[in-house]
């Protein structure tokens, strides 16, 4: 889904070989893009016809057309959990089955709630356990940070943007599991210049990649997910780590309750530190 993913299509496909697509896709035309390849899941990117309703005020678009609705196809990220041959097939089966619907059901949830923070989900077989759904035209906020482009003020602007969305995202009851910034996307960013990219236009962020994702609203799980993001800011863009404040502090004001999670990342960090120390 992100921009630099996309360079990594020759080299998943030279290297670790093209994989079977799911059935459904297999006759495909043009064939989808293997575009990233986990140890869980493969995605790729390709069409899909969507009915030419409002997708950005109807989180749950009609697939299959009416007289009313004349099918439109857009680009679609393809979400495929293959079975696992190491693994007993009614077990396989029934942990691909879960973890599709889960995270197919999370997705539907805070496209609900905060409509365009997370890509809409077009439809979901778990039987082949696959997932098809809007395809976000952008790049990664890692991508973005490691241009080196941005000025203080459009810094701290772009880490509200972040702690206002993680916000939300817990205060409807969902926990990401892996935030990171390359799971967080910017609609558009580099169809812009230098001059447009920083100009005070907001950048709509959109969260992505659910598959560790889970629905609870224990201020305990809401602090891991921010100290995962609090350490991908350390560790891969260290000179936005002074910057983390920014985050904490729209997150803080981002929903009722949000001071409590922020309050237990202290103890959160804690933990963190003593675990490194002992080994």
């Known amino acids: 889904m992100a921009e630099q993913q996309t360079e990594t299509t020759a080299t998943a ?17 043009p064939q989808p893009i293997l575009i990233y390849q986990g140890a869980e899941a493969l995605l790729y990117k390709t069409s899909f016809p969507v009915s030419n309703i409002d997708l950005n005020a109807d989180p749950s678009p009609t697939l299959t057309g009416s007289p009313n609705h004349q099918l439109t196809t857009y680009d679609a ?38 409509l365009r923070c997370v890509p809409a989900v077009y439809a979901v077989d778990w039987d082949e356990g696959w997932m098809i759904g809007e395809w976000v035209a952008g790049g990664t906020v ?7 482009e941005a000025d203080e003020t459009s810094l701290l602007r772009l880490m509200k943007s ?34 447009e990219l920083f100009s005070g236009h907001e950048h709509e962020i959109v969260l992505i990649d659910f598959g560790l994702s889970s629905q609870t609203q224990a201020d305990e799980d809401r602090a891991v997910d921010l100290y995962v993001l609090e350490r991908a800011f350390g560790s891969t863009h260290p000179q936005t780590e002074r910057l983390w404040e920014e985050v904490l502090s729209a997150y803080a004001l981002s929903y009722k309750g949000a001071r409590t999670a922020v309050k237990r990342l202290d103890e959160v960090r804690a933990r963190g530190r003593k675990k490194v120390m002992i080994g």
Request: with cysteine; charged share 25%.
């Open 13 to 29: 496909s030279e290297h670790m070989g093209r994989p079977s697509l799911p059935a459904t896709f297999a006759e495909t035309r």
């Open 77 to 114: 990220f393809l979400k495929h959990r293959p079975c696992k041959p190491y693994r007993h097939p009614s077990l396989d089966a029934k942990l691909t089955k879960h973890r599709i619907l889960s995270e197919a059901r999370v997705l539907l949830k805070l496209r609900r709630d905060c």
């Open 142 to 148: 890692r991508a973005l940070l490691e241009r080196k």
């Open 162 to 195: 972040i702690g206002h969305v993680v916000g939300q995202m817990h205060k409807f009851g969902v926990v990401h599991g892996d935030l990171t910034t390359s799971n967080l996307m910017l609609r558009h960013p580099f169809q812009h210049s230098k001059a």
